[in-house]
């Protein structure tokens, strides 16, 4: 003898609520633990020219973060080289992604033997819009201009010898 098991008929709402809670319970268990949102300020791990250094008078000054910056805070009013009267240096700002690096430029050589300040300002911040605790400072000073004349030191062939034909 073969018995049938009848089951209640269901309620088109009823199996929209069953399937609701089903579909719930599914996605809480698929999606893993929730990200936690970043609160911290970015923090500057290294410059160029490290602080008190002395530094050759064409090359860009950099700063390295500890995480990614938002570019477009990065300005020539966020990220300011300052030389000798406290006169800005002009120049460009740049950020590279991949070494989490801000690099001012200067659009003409510095000046022998000067000191500058490089100085990124609060309104400078990672992706997640958290800003820098405390303006960031450092100075270099550029490297003496070398005044000497070049000299030869070696010719070939030398002085007074007869070259191989």
Same mark, same amino acid.
């Given at each position: 003898?073969?018995?049938?098991?009848?089951?209640?008929?269901?309620?088109?709402?009823?199996?929209?609520?069953?399937?609701?809670?089903?579909?719930?319970?599914?996605?809480?268990?698929?999606?893993?633990?929730?990200?936690?949102?970043?609160?911290?300020?970015?923090?500057?791990?290294?410059?160029?020219?490290?602080?008190?250094?002395?530094?050759? *008078?064409?090359?860009?000054?950099?700063? *390295?973060?500890?995480?990614?910056?938002?570019?477009?805070?990065?300005?020539?009013?966020?990220?300011?080289?300052?030389?000798?009267?406290?006169?800005?240096?002009?120049?460009?700002?740049?950020?590279?992604?991949?070494?989490?690096?801000?690099?001012?430029?200067?659009?003409?050589?510095?000046?022998?033997?000067?000191?500058?300040?490089?100085?990124?300002?609060?309104?400078?911040?990672?992706?997640?819009?958290?800003?820098?605790?405390?303006?960031?400072?450092?100075?270099?000073?550029?490297?003496?201009?070398?005044?000497?004349?070049?000299?030869?030191?070696?010719?070939?062939?030398?002085?007074?010898?007869?070259?191989?034909?």
């Amino acid at each position: 003898m073969h018995r049938s098991v009848v089951l209640p008929r269901q309620t088109p709402w009823a199996y929209t609520l069953v399937m609701a809670a089903l579909l719930t319970v599914f996605l809480a268990a698929c999606s893993g633990p929730n990200p936690v949102a970043d609160t911290s300020a970015p923090t500057v791990v290294e410059t160029t020219p490290s602080d008190g250094a002395t530094a050759p *008078t064409n090359e860009p000054v950099s700063a *390295t973060f500890d995480e990614a910056i938002d570019d477009s805070t990065l300005t020539t009013s966020s990220f300011v080289l300052v030389g000798p009267g406290a006169t800005v240096v002009a120049g460009t700002v740049s950020y590279d992604e991949a070494t989490q690096t801000a690099v001012h430029t200067p659009t003409v050589a510095l000046d022998a033997d000067t000191a500058y300040t490089a100085t990124l300002s609060t309104d400078v911040t990672d992706v997640a819009g958290n800003a820098l605790d405390a303006s960031v400072s450092w100075s270099f000073t550029t490297a003496v201009a070398d005044t000497s004349a070049p000299t030869v030191v070696e010719t070939t062939p030398s002085d007074g010898a007869t070259a191989p034909t």
